[in-house]
């Protein structure tokens, strides 16, 4: 639970790294290495079976404008060299539990393969689709899938003994649990995180100059819809063309309405007295 806790952090340190370790090998200084290339990524969180989440991710070495073609010096074998450097510098210094300090590292199963014109899963041609298709793979693969855990944050410890979960997940999700009710611990919110086995991050995130963004995405989203729920232009010379329907909604007043109408009305005889303040 600690592991996963810290697992986000653990990649931002390493994502830090990575540029020191391109930039050095490139003989740049890192303010110097922003000219002439950039590094962007986008990468997955994944579950395995025991609980634990670790990274997939497509990581590009460009020119500096990010569109742009990188530098003669920026080769596959460059950067292959830096990602195993970066991450096995990368780590964090977690909390002391119990008298005994952790530490938090990438372990030793790193594999890295390069992405050349060619996919790399079955010879097909390397197309944008293709490396979309591969992050979506381990992107649907959620803790509820790889474990058995929750879609949801839990209000009480005592939910657990009614939910169908596996004996393995219901411990992890206890463990987190009993270790977000410590003082120092706190900081980590692992009670509101316990359904996730108190892994705090996104399931996908990228650097900000990887693809397209975000915000781009969700309005190309509305835009789709919207064009699929607006009704079908065909006009010729005696088409009429339907830009909206109308429906009839009633006539009069409503109940509510006629009530207070009437109760507004002047009591028979009462109509000419005068009236006071």
Sequence with gaps: MLWNAHAGILWRRFSIYLRREVAKRAGLTQRAFRRHARIS?????????????????VIRLDGPEGDTPPPAWATA?????AIRTAAAKARVCGPVVDGRAHTFTFGRQLDVRTIRSA???????????AVAAYIAKYATKGAETATGALDRPLKFAAELAQLDISDHARRLIRTAWTLGARKDLKHLRLRAWAHMLGFRGHFSTKSRHYSTTLGALRDARAAWRRAQAAPPVTQDGETTLVLAHWVFAGTGLSHAEAWLAASLEPAPGTEGEPTHG
Excluded: S
């Design 41 to 57: 990524f986008a990468k997955v969180a994944e579950y395995q079976k025991r609980g634990a989440v670790h990274f997939h991710a």
């Design 119 to 129: 996919d790399f899963t079955g010879g097909q041609e390397l197309t944008e689709r």
């Design 77 to 81: 074998e460059l950067l292959t060299d």
